[in-house]
């Protein structure tokens, strides 16, 4: 179906054949992606997310060595292993227990730790790198105005503070591989 928002025209899709002939015509004068209104202020406007034709291809492409059966095969080794230590930990209360924090922080874990591997070494790093991304993710449900102490602000500001963070772990990550 469609509809015209705001003078935008927009393409609403459930049907997974008809999504993925949408995807696929991915020129700079066809659909484009709509994302949360703030998605730009607060992932930036250089973000995938944002691209669209060869410049998205050439980024996308230079992804694909990240998902090879030998990377994924690294990823769930990781991914098992803090998955069943947590598992394990979890176990030992019989009383009733609210999950979803922890299943959260279990997410952050294992994303930091397969993404980012050894550069976050200490657990004030780690907790300051999760702090930010769950700053992130709740700019998208604020008011969608960055004004100084708002959410929207406190996202933007934490999306500067992980991407410096990234920047420094590639930095570190390519001498120690040089």
């Not at 930091?112 to 709740?138: H, K």
Request: hydrophobic letters at 40%; glycine letters at 6%.
């Amino acid at each position: 179906s469609w509809n015209s928002i705001c003078g935008q025209f927009m393409l609403f899709s459930t049907q997974t054949d008809v999504t993925k002939k949408i995807f696929m015509n991915n020129g700079e004068d066809s659909f484009r992606l709509f994302l949360h209104p703030s998605g730009w202020k607060i992932l930036g406007e250089h973000n995938i997310a944002f691209k669209h034709g060869p410049s998205h291809k050439a980024l996308r492409k230079s992804f694909l060595n990240l998902f090879t059966r030998k990377a994924l095969g690294v990823y769930l080794g990781i991914q098992e292993r803090l998955v069943r230590e947590h598992l394990a930990a979890w176990k030992v209360t019989d009383e009733p227990t609210e999950f979803r924090l922890k299943v959260r922080d279990l997410n952050l874990l294992t994303s930091q730790t397969v993404f980012i591997g050894p550069y976050l070494r200490s657990d004030e790093e780690r907790a300051t790198f999760c702090q930010n991304y769950l700053l992130m993710t709740e700019g998208f449900i604020s008011f969608p105005i960055a004004f100084p102490g708002s959410g929207l602000w406190k996202a933007i500001n934490a999306r500067h503070s992980i991407v410096d963070k990234l920047v420094a772990v590639a930095r570190e990550s390519k001498a120690r591989m040089a």
